[in-house]
């Protein structure tokens, strides 16, 4: 063989050579990339999934919940990465919104640096203490027992919220919440009061001592405005109402806390041996208002106490069209006269209780 022909075979060896390697790096690449950047969460035709991670839970109890609900187009890359990257030791609780297209590096990136979503919710309002713990079991990790049992802790309610087991409700606003899903019981309370605290603001408490009522006072009356009308022009018009007995040292004789104290807001109508009940709640036979709130009350009906209307009324009924406002009366005869009506309407129509 010629130095021509060694040399020309040594060149197509190494170009061979320098093919096979490009094709062993390329592949290399490409696995690299597919196990790193290649989008693998699959797509869901209801928007963007979610991953719930209970507290305490496994690295294996993550794998399971990623493979049983499909969440991933290859379980196999994730797993082989997550091993790598320590993720089996370094779970985190929570909920994590997987977007169409995330990467297992990003994917991982989000889960071991605990980058959850939160949970928007709206509190709904509440008159016993089951309905609020049922609303947060539903909507974030925080155990129901564990809620209900602090709820009922006389010493933890007083030590760290100056309220006890009958005016908790009073801690409670209404509304719009946006929390981490592994909220615990106590840090959803926390959550709470923090709320009371900004709604608390040195105007409204100015407002409340010149009505002569401390805050939780006028919890409790607003709860009673909101359980009387559901109208905001007749809210502040009630409150007054209320007001104005309460100065002239009337009992508030307000049917919503006899429902209360018999246990039965289905009722239509109430009755006079629903007057006869031995309870604080029944503010027909006590003076002042009762020892607690009989809802959750809202905004609304907290600033209608805080700013009530200026009026000599001292009664007021529904009115008879069931449009729920209602009539008001400065004398007994007239309220009389309006509760007839009403009376007659509910005699027309059958309605017994």
Known sequence: MTVSSRSSVRRRVALWLLLVLLLVGGAALYGAWRVLWQPNVAQSPYGPAYLYIRTGASYEAVRDSLRRQELLLDPTTFEWLAARRNYTRQVKPGR???????????????????RQDTVAFTLDAFKYKPQLTRQISR????????????????????????????????????????????????????????????FWTPLRRQRADSLGLS?????VLASIVQRETAKKEDKPIIAGVYLNRLRRGMRLQADPTLLWAIGNFGVKRVLNRDKLVDSPYNTYKNKGLPPGPITSANRQSLNAVLQPAAHRYLFFCARPDFSGFSDFAETYADHKRNARRYQRTLDSLGVKR
């Open 139 to 198: 909507q974030l990790e925080a155990d129901s027992l564990e809620l209900r049992r602090l709820l009922q802790d006389n010493a933890f309610l007083q030590r760290r919220y100056q309220l006890d087991t009958t005016t908790i409700l009073t801690l409670f606003l209404p509304g719009s919440y946006r929390l981490f899903w592994n909220t615990s019981a106590r840090t959803f309370l926390d959550s709470a009061a923090a709320t009371h605290r900004r």
């Open 215 to 219: 805050p939780t006072e006028v919890h």
């Open 96 to 114: 994590y919104r997987l977007e169409v297209g995330l990467s297992n590096a990003k994917l991982l990136d989000m889960l071991l640096t605990g």
